[in-house]
C-alpha cells in the first residue's frame, strides 16, 4: 500500500520544493546585478565544496566526519530514493545502495543529535534543535521501507497501522528536507548554500586564492544611492549569500567585539539581513543576540531601511560600527559568507548618504580631506620625524630599489620609534631605498572602512599619480593597512606595486646573509599576527621565522596565525569607539599574558597603540624592527 | 502655504579655508550658522552664496550641499572687485526674507567681520551678533539664546526681519555627506543689479601684502590663586577687559564724546583728525 503512495509523496515533495525554491530565487533576484559566470560557476561548484568549503569545515574534525556521513548520505539517499520509490526500479543493488547511504546518514545523526544535547552557545536552537529528530525520521523512515526491495523482509511486512505509521514518519522526514530546503528551514543552507559556492562575489577565494580587498565604488550620479541602505541593494549573490548561512555560529565565537560585549554578533547580521531579504520581525531567531540588544524588536523587508531614521529597523548602527574588520569571521565561516563586505557596503550608506559616522568618525573624514591624514598634522611636517636620519627623498633621488612607505605612524611618536629600527635594518643592510617624504599622503585604509569611499578613492589615485613619477622595484612599510591597501585595493586605480611587509622584506634580507644577530639575551617572546598581514595577506611565517633566526624562544598564543584575536584597532573601530563590556585590547593581553610572554613582537603601528594602551603591569609591546634592530651587530665588527 | 506659516531664513554661506592646508572647504561658522537654520522646524531655509564662480568655490559649496540642503543660490558677482552687497541686499528683499542668518567673520579675503554690519546697514534691518542657539522664530520676532564671554548665554529677542550673525560657541555643524554634496544644484543666480558698484577697498586690496597670521605673544600669568576653583576660574578665564567705564543713559551726543575720546587714547583715531 505504502508503495504506491511513496511515488506520490517524493514527487509531491520535490514539487513543493521546486515552487519554494523558485520564490526564494525571485526573493534574491531583488538584489542588484552581479557579474557572475553563471556556467562556470555552477562548473566549480561541486570541487568548491568538496575541496573549499571542507577544508574550512574540517577545522573541526567532530562535525566535519558528521557532516559527510549525514550530508553524503542524504545526498546519496535522496537520488536513490527517486530511483527505487520513486520510480520503483526494481533493483537489488540499489536497493542495498540506499540501506547503506541511509544508514550512513542515520550515523551521522546521531552525531548531529549529540552534539545537540548540550549545544555550546554559539549554535541556534529552535528549528535547528528538531533537524536531528528530522534527519533520524528521514533515515529511518526510508531504511525500513526500503527493506522489503532488498528482499530480507516479505514485501506486505506489518499491517495497515505500521504502514500509516511509517508513511508519517517519512513525510515529516520528506517536508524537512525537501520543502524546508526551500521554504526556509534549516536544511535551507544546502540549497542556497550550493548555489552561494557556485555565485559567490570572490571566487578568487576558491583553489587556494585569497581575495580581501574591499570592491571599488561607483561614485557616479547614476549609481545613487551610495552604499546599501535596503537589502534590495546588496548585488543578488550578496543576498544569496546571507541565506547560505547555517548559523554554526563560529563568526560568533572568533568576533572580538562580540567578545567584548559590543552590539555585534556577526551571525545574527546575517540572519538579520535574510529577514530583511524576506520581511519580517527577527523575533524568529534562537541564537545569541547582539549584546545589550532584545531579540524581536527589529523587522525589516527587502525595500525598507536596514538603519531606520526613525523608529526600529533592521538593526541599529552601532551594530555596523562595532566592527573593527578583523576578517576573523569570514576566515572561520564555513560556508566563506563575506561578513565585511555587508557591512562595508552598509556603512558606506551611512557615511555616504547620511552623513552618521559617529563619534570622532566626521572629524577624521573632514582631516583626511584637508589634510591627507586623519589627525589634521600639516602634511608638510610629514618629514618631521626623520630631521636627523637624511632620508633620501624620491623627489630629489627619482629612482630607488625600495620605496619605505611611512604611512601616518610617521606623525605618531611611538611609531617613529618603529620608523627609526627599520632604518637602521635597512641601512645595515645596505639597502638601497627612499621615501616619498612629504608627498605621501594616507592609503585611505580609514576612510574606505569608515565608508568613506570617495576620500578613498581620491587619496587612491593621488598615491597612484605620485607613485607613478618615479621608478622602483618594490614597496616595503611597517603599516600592514598600507601594505594590503598598496598591495590589494591600489590595482582597481591602476596602481599595481609589489609591496613587503617590513617583516617579510627583513626576512628576505636575513636569508640572503645581510643581517647578523647577536645572541638573544631577554625573555620568552609572543607574536601577535596582524589582522591586515595574517587573515588579509596569509603572512604567518616571516614574522616568526624572523624572531626564531634572532635566537628567540616564540611562545604562540593560543589563538595566533589565521585564528588570531584582533587587538580592537582596525575598521576605524577605535574611532568610532562603540562601548561594550570590556575593551578588546584588555582581552588580547590576557591572551598575551597567559602565555607567560615578557615581550609581545607587534608588527602594526595600530597593534602597538591599542596594545600599549592596555595599563601597566603588563608584557613589554616592542615591534618587530625594534627587537631585530636591538639584535644587529655590525658586520665589520664581527670580522 | 502662507509665509507667517513658514519663515524664511537666509543662511549666507562663504567660501572657507582650512587653516593648515588652505584647501578650500566649507567656513566654519558659516557652516554653523546654515546648522542651526537646518534644526529649526518648519522654516524656509534659503542658502545664498555670493562670489564668483571657480573651482573652489565650487569645493566648499558642495560641501554645504552635502548638510542635507537641495540647493544653493549663487549670485554671481563679476569681479573680485564688485561690492556684493547691493545684489545681496536686493537677492534678500526679493524672496522676501524675515532672517538672515551669517557667520561672524569670513575665513578668507578681508574678514573684517563687517559684512553682516553692512548689510543689516543697508537693508535698515536690526543686526544682533553672538548668536549660540535659535529658541524660535515666530511671525514678527525671533527668541535666541546670545553667547557671553565664560559660558554665559543671554535671552534676547529681536523683531523681524533682521541679520543674525552666529558666534563659534554655537553648536558645530554636521557632517557633510558626500551623495547629497553632489546631487545638490548650485543655481546660478545673474547679478540684477543694474549699478554693480566697484568698492574703493576692493582696489585698496589689490596693493595689499598677504602674511601669515601668528599668534601674538602672550603675556606670562602669574598664578595667584589658592584654591582650585579660583585656578579653574583663571584657566577658564577669557582676557577680561580692563579699565574702561560703564556710562548708562546719557545723551548720544556725549556718548560719541566718550567713544571718540577712547578711541584717541588708543591710538585708533589720531589726535589732530577730529575737531
Known amino acids: 500500500m505504502l508503495n504506491q503512495i511513496l511515488p506520490l509523496l517524493i514527487f509531491g515533495a520535490l514539487l513543493v520544493a521546486v515552487i519554494g525554491a523558485v520564490k526564494r530565487v525571485k526573493l534574491w533576484r531583488n538584489g542588484r546585478p552581479a557579474k557572475v559566470p553563471i556556467l562556470a560557476g555552477l562548473a566549480a561548484m561541486p570541487r568548491r565544496y568538496l575541496v573549499d568549503l571542507h577544508h574550512v569545515v574540517a577545522r573541526d574534525k567532530y562535525i566535519s566526519n558528521t557532516h559527510v556521513a549525514t550530508g553524503g548520505g542524504f545526498v546519496l539517499a535522496l537520488l536513490l530514493i527517486i530511483l527505487v520509490h520513486g520510480l520503483q526500479l526494481n533493483s537489488q543493488f540499489l536497493a542495498w545502495a540506499l540501506l547503506a547511504a541511509t544508514g550512513s546518514m542515520f550515523v551521522g545523526a546521531v552525531f548531529v543529535a549529540k552534539r545537540r544535547v548540550q549545544p555550546p552557545s554559539r549554535l541556534s536552537k529552535g528549528p535547528w534543535m528538531r533537524l536531528p529528530k528530522s534527519l533520524f525520521a528521514f533515515s529511518l523512515g526510508f531504511f525500513l521501507v526500503t527493506l522489503p526491495a532488498t528482499g530480507l523482509i516479505p514485501v506486505e511486512w506489518g499491517g495497515w497501522l505500521v504502514a500509516i505509521l511509517l508513511g508519517a514518519v517519512i513525510l515529516w522526514g520528506l517536508s524537512e528536507m525537501l520543502l524546508g530546503m526551500t521554504w526556509g528551514g534549516p536544511m535551507k543552507h544546502a540549497f542556497a548554500g550550493a548555489l552561494h559556492l557556485a555565485f559567490h562575489r570572490r571566487a578568487e577565494r576558491f583553489n587556494g586564492g585569497r581575495s580581501t580587498g574591499l570592491k571599488p565604488l561607483n561614485l557616479d550620479k547614476e549609481h545613487e544611492p551610495l552604499g546599501v541602505n535596503q537589502p534590495s541593494e546588496f548585488t543578488w549573490n550578496q543576498l544569496l549569500g546571507f541565506d547560505a548561512c547555517v548559523q554554526c555560529g563560529r563568526c560568533e565565537s572568533v568576533c572580538p567585539a562580540f567578545a567584548a560585549g559590543q552590539p555585534l554578533n556577526p551571525k545574527k547580521l546575517i540572519q538579520d539581513m535574510v529577514v530583511g531579504l524576506a520581511g519580517g520581525t527577527d523575533a524568529g531567531y534562537t541564537g545569541s543576540a547582539y549584546p545589550g540588544k532584545t531579540v524581536g524588536e527589529h523587522q525589516g523587508g527587502p525595500f525598507a531601511s536596514i538603519i531606520a531614521q526613525e523608529g526600529q529597523g533592521l538593526l541599529d548602527a552601532e551594530t555596523l560600527w562595532s566592527c573593527t574588520t578583523c576578517r576573523a569571521c569570514v576566515e572561520e565561516c564555513p560556508m566563506m559568507i563575506e561578513h565585511v563586505d555587508a557591512i562595508v557596503d552598509m556603512r558606506r550608506h551611512l557615511t555616504l548618504e547620511r552623513g552618521a559616522t559617529p563619534n570622532k568618525g566626521s572629524e577624521v573624514i573632514d582631516n583626511l580631506i584637508a589634510t591627507d591624514n586623519p589627525n589634521g598634522f600639516n602634511p608638510q611636517s610629514r618629514m618631521n620625524w626623520a630631521a636627523d636620519l637624511s632620508l633620501p627623498v624620491l623627489s630629489d633621488v627619482k629612482r630607488t630599489d625600495v620605496l619605505l612607505w611611512m604611512g601616518d605612524g610617521a606623525f605618531d611618536m611611538r611609531n617613529q620609534r618603529s620608523l627609526r629600527a627599520l632604518v637602521k635594518i635597512l641601512r645595515a643592510a645596505k639597502v638601497d631605498f627612499a621615501v616619498l617624504g612629504n608627498e605621501e599622503r594616507d592609503s585611505g585604509d580609514v576612510a574606505r572602512r569608515l565608508g568613506d569611499e570617495a576620500t578613498f578613492q581620491r587619496l587612491a589615485k593621488e598615491n597612484v599619480t605620485t607613485l607613478a613619477q618615479y621608478s622602483f622595484r618594490s614597496i616595503v612599510t611597517c603599516d600592514p593597512h598600507s601594505f594590503h591597501v598598496l598591495k590589494n585595493e591600489y590595482g582597481d586605480f591602476g596602481g599595481r606595486y609589489v609591496v613587503y611587509h617590513h617583516t617579510t622584506y627583513i626576512n628576505q634580507l636575513r636569508q640572503i646573509g645581510k643581517l647578523h644577530f647577536a645572541p638573544y639575551k631577554g625573555g620568552s617572546v609572543t607574536y601577535h599576527d596582524p589582522c591586515y598581514l595574517g587573515r588579509y595577506n596569509g603572512e604567518y611565517e616571516a614574522p616568526r621565522d624572523l624572531l626564531k633566526a634572532a635566537g628567540i624562544t616564540l611562545v604562540d598564543m593560543e589563538r595566533s596565525g589565521y585564528r588570531s584575536r584582533c587587538c580592537g584597532g582596525g575598521g576605524g573601530a577605535p574611532i568610532t569607539d562603540i562601548p561594550g563590556k570590556q575593551r578588546i585590547p584588555d582581552m588580547r593581553m590576557d591572551d598575551i599574558r597567559s602565555t607567560g610572554a615578557e615581550r609581545v613582537a607587534v608588527g602594526c603601528p595600530q597593534c602597538t597603540a591599542m596594545l600599549e594602551g592596555v595599563v601597566e603591569p603588563r608584557p613589554e609591546v616592542l615591534d618587530i624592527a625594534e627587537i631585530i634592530a636591538n639584535q644587529l651587530v655590525d658586520e665589520e665588527v664581527t670580522l | ?275
Open chain 2, 1 to 275: 502655504m502662507s509665509l507667517n506659516q513658514a519663515p524664511r531664513v537666509a543662511v549666507l554661506l562663504s567660501v572657507g579655508q582650512h587653516p593648515v592646508t588652505r584647501r578650500p572647504r566649507r567656513a566654519d561658522q558659516d557652516a554653523r550658522a546654515l546648522e542651526l537654520a537646518l534644526n529649526q522646524p518648519n522654516t524656509d531655509v534659503v542658502p545664498i552664496h555670493v562670489g564668483q564662480a571657480s573651482s573652489e568655490t565650487e569645493v566648499a559649496l558642495r560641501s554645504y550641499l552635502g548638510m542635507g540642503v537641495s540647493q544653493i543660490d549663487h549670485l554671481e558677482v563679476s569681479t573680485t572687485r564688485e561690492d556684493i552687497l547691493p545684489s545681496l541686499a536686493q537677492h534678500l528683499k526679493q524672496l522676501n526674507v524675515q532672517v538672515v542668518l551669517c557667520g561672524t567673520r569670513a575665513e578668507t579675503g578681508e574678514g573684517s567681520g563687517l559684512v553682516p554690519y553692512l548689510l543689516a546697514k543697508k537693508l535698515g534691518w536690526p543686526i544682533v551678533s553672538g548668536l549660540a542657539s535659535i529658541e524660535s522664530i515666530a511671525s514678527g520676532s525671533m527668541t535666541f539664546l546670545q553667547a557671553l564671554p565664560r559660558g554665559q548665554r543671554r535671552r534676547v529677542k529681536v523683531s523681524l526681519p533682521a541679520v543674525v550673525a552666529v558666534d563659534p560657541a554655537s553648536p558645530p555643524a554636521r557632517q557633510s555627506a558626500f551623495g547629497p554634496a553632489q546631487r545638490g544644484d548650485i543655481q546660478l543666480v545673474p547679478s540684477t543689479s543694474m549699478d554693480a558698484e566697484i568698492t574703493d577697498a576692493e582696489s585698496d586690496r589689490q596693493v595689499w601684502q598677504y602674511q601669515v597670521a601668528k599668534k601674538r605673544p602672550k603675556r606670562l600669568k602669574i598664578i595667584k590663586a589658592t584654591s582650585a576653583r579660583d585656578r579653574f576660574k583663571a584657566a577658564a578665564a577669557k582676557a577680561d577687559a580692563s579699565g574702561g567705564k560703564v556710562l548708562q543713559e546719557i545723551s548720544a551726543d556725549s556718548a560719541a564724546e566718550e567713544i571718540i575720546k577712547l578711541l584717541k587714547e588708543e591710538g585708533v583715531l589720531s589726535t589732530n583728525s577730529s575737531s
